[in-house]
């Protein structure tokens, strides 16, 4: 307590409850932690002593039953401590309405900020997904911060994905695959992820952006970056863009630690142009066995790249 002492007063007006402290001290929370969360959620400063056990209890039963999975939650959505009972069950009744679970428990600690939602807009939501011709409870069980995404919001995400012809034109249930495989997509804002993306797998490699190859560059925000980089330094170094697009998932392997080195190497080795599964795919042993020489000797090369890498900078 006495590490947050300075908080409880100012100028001799209580500040924020001594109960709440203690709380926040019991389940880690660190003192610039705890100043972010009354930053963000003020109302946490009238919370007394029997509300805050009222609230951790509820959160608790509901399956963030851990100090650790409580102090993740409250980090992330502190205003999850003004709610009260009725409000937290509110919102499980929903959640159980729209999942057909009678535990959703686990929904709620994936994404606990699902609390601050109200009954209306939990069925709001729903209801456009399934007007996406996505199956709704599947899609809530399995990814349930898809909830906390705007309702208009997730419509532009999923006409990007699968109705505007600048994105890869995917069916629903391979829209519905990407959210379920790669959550992280629900935060992309489509214009400077999904278009770039689909437009290089579509005009530079020649590729259908909704195909099977290529879904998993749908998971980081900066593929179309990194595709058009390796393009580059590959169809550079002699490789055809139909080698790439042929095997253009291997494209999502490091190019600065794995590819760039390897076809350098071989360059300075004199040996013919490797295929990309050698310089991509393989362990360092494997690459070295086929281009036939000793791992330390490409280790060194790597590590003498590296260090003059950093010297430029």
């Not at 307590?1 to 019991?26: C, E, I, N, Y």
């Not at 630690?257 to 310089?279: H, Y």
């Amino acid at each position: 307590m006495l590490r947050f002492s300075r908080k409880l007063f100012t100028h001799g007006s209580p500040l924020v409850s001594p109960w709440l402290l203690q709380f926040a001290q019991r389940i880690g929370i660190s003192e610039s932690g705890f100043d972010r969360m009354l930053e963000k959620s003020p109302c946490l400063r009238g919370r007394g002593a029997e509300q805050l056990v009222e609230t951790e209890e509820q959160l608790r039963v509901i399956g963030l039953n851990s100090t650790e999975a409580l102090r993740r939650a409250v980090t992330a959505s502190p205003a999850i401590l003004c709610l009260n009972a009725v409000q937290v069950q509110a919102v499980l009744e929903s959640l159980r309405l729209v999942t057909g679970m009678t535990d959703v428990g686990p929904c709620v600690a994936m994404a606990p900020a699902l609390l601050l939602l109200d009954s209306e807009q939990v069925r709001q939501r729903t209801l456009a997904i399934s007007a996406m011709n996505m199956d709704a409870p599947h899609l809530v069980t399995r990814v349930p911060r898809i909830l906390l995404r705007e309702t208009r919001s997730l419509q532009r995400l999923f006409a990007a994905l699968s109705l505007d012809s600048r994105g890869p034109l995917m069916h629903p249930v391979d829209v519905q695959k990407i959210f379920t495989e790669f959550p992280i997509v629900l935060s992309f804002n489509p214009e400077n992820t999904v278009f770039p993306l689909a437009g290089t797998l579509r005009s530079r490699l020649g590729l259908n952006p909704a195909s099977q190859d290529c879904r998993a560059f749908y998971a980081w925000p900066t593929s179309a970056d990194t595709l058009n980089e390796a393009t580059d330094f590959l169809v550079s170094a002699g490789y055809t863009t139909k080698e790439l697009a042929d095997c253009v998932s291997l494209l999502a392997y490091s190019l600065q630690a794995r590819i760039i080195p390897r076809v350098l190497f071989v360059s300075r080795l004199g040996r013919p142009r490797q295929a990309l599964p050698v310089v991509a795919e393989m362990t360092d042993a494997r690459f070295c066995e086929v281009i036939g020489c000793d791992v330390d000797q490409y280790r060194d090369f790597c590590a003498s790249r590296r260090a003059q890498l950093r010297a430029a900078r």
